[in-house]
């Protein structure tokens, strides 16, 4: 049997969601999206496995829509999930447990120079070699996503900021693709996002934590 027999199952329709037919991938990835936002605004170190089989589970729902872009960050995801939960349980001082922090003027601009210039290359990549219908939003949130990502990586409060604009940018972009429980994941993602902010903030309110410079 080949992989795309064994995973076939997961892009089978399980329920309809406003006329359109919605997958065991998506329902699955619904199901583990909110698990794992939670988690992280808790700063619990399972958010990192549960991530992990999330964006698998959403890359499977992209790629079958066309959203080459975000079907390309579900496997950036997996190395970056890894990556994060070693840094949660060692890259704190004398490799302890990490600890929230705000960003740093080198991280900002690190992070906004990398995500225009990712943006940019990718707008072009799916324009020029791909179907892909909206290619400047699905570049745009892949390259915010990524951002995002690293920021919870290394516990920058700020990280929630743009996850806080990827989910502005991304419910729309789902309906328009059809993607209604996707759509709706997203909506309630804002409202964890939020959530995660303000309990981070409070943390970092708690103690004196040092910007790394």
Avoid at 4 to 23: C, I, N
Wanted: neutral net charge.
């Amino acid at each position: 049997m080949t992989l795309a027999e064994l995973l076939d199952p997961l892009l089978q329709p399980a329920f309809v969601v406003g006329g359109a037919p919605t997958s065991w991938a998506e329902f699955l990835g619904f199901v583990t999206g909110i698990l794992t936002v939670w988690l992280v605004a808790r700063q619990h170190l399972w958010n990192w496995p549960i991530s992990v089989a999330n964006v698998i589970l959403l890359g499977l729902v992209f790629l079958a829509v066309g959203l080459y872009a975000d079907a390309t960050l579900q496997i950036l995801y997996v190395a970056l999930g890894l990556y994060g939960w070693w840094q949660w349980l060692y890259g704190g001082a004398g490799r302890t447990r990490l600890t929230v922090r705000r960003t740093d003027r080198t991280e900002w601009a690190a992070l906004i120079g990398c995500g225009i210039a990712a943006t940019a290359v990718l707008t072009v990549v799916l324009a020029t070699w791909t179907n892909s219908t909206v290619p400047f939003w699905d570049a745009l949130t892949t390259a915010l996503s990524l951002m995002a990502t690293y920021g919870q990586t290394r516990k920058l409060v700020e990280s929630w900021w743009l996850w806080i604009a990827v989910d502005l940018i991304y419910v729309p972009l789902y309906v328009h693709k059809g993607l209604y429980l996707t759509g709706a994941l997203y909506v309630i993602f804002l409202a964890l996002c939020v959530s995660g902010l303000l309990a981070w903030r409070r943390d970092l309110a708690t103690r004196p934590v040092p910007v790394t410079a």
